[in-house]
């Protein structure tokens, strides 16, 4: 198994920044890859980006182009999501998710075996 601590998250004014993190703990070593989703009320669940452990391969929502960064650190197990410019609709609960085998579909949510218990991001307007 694998558990997943998501932290950072908060209340920001449109145009700033926050840095979320997502610490990895247990079977790490059977991480491939790590995500990042959303979800706002009444929404469905949206990927905002994802990196291979392997490699260090990035894939990223259009929405999220050019203004986040998701970047991994191995030897802590630690993936982060730098949200730059944020807008009001960037306001969700974010999660952490990771795959524990190759995958060619890290943009969709069923592909992950684990999550994080979620942490809010609110933009104000």
């Known amino acids: 198994q694998v558990q997943l601590v998501e932290s950072g998250g908060g209340l920001v004014q449109a145009g700033g920044s926050l840095r979320l993190s997502c610490a990895a703990s247990g079977r790490t070593f059977s991480v491939y890859a790590m995500g990042w989703f959303r979800q706002a009320p009444g929404k469905e669940r949206e990927f905002v980006a994802a990196?291979?452990?392997?490699?260090?391969?990035?894939y990223y929502a259009d929405s999220a182009k050019g203004r986040f960064t998701i970047s991994g650190d191995n030897a802590k197990n630690t993936v982060y999501l730098q949200m730059n410019s944020l807008k009001a609709e960037d306001t969700a609960v974010y999660y952490c998710a990771a795959v524990r085998s190759p995958s060619r579909r890290l943009r969709e949510a069923d592909e992950y075996h684990y999550w994080g218990q979620g942490t809010q991001v609110t933009v104000s307007s």
């Open positions: 990196i291979s452990w392997s490699g260090g391969s990035t």
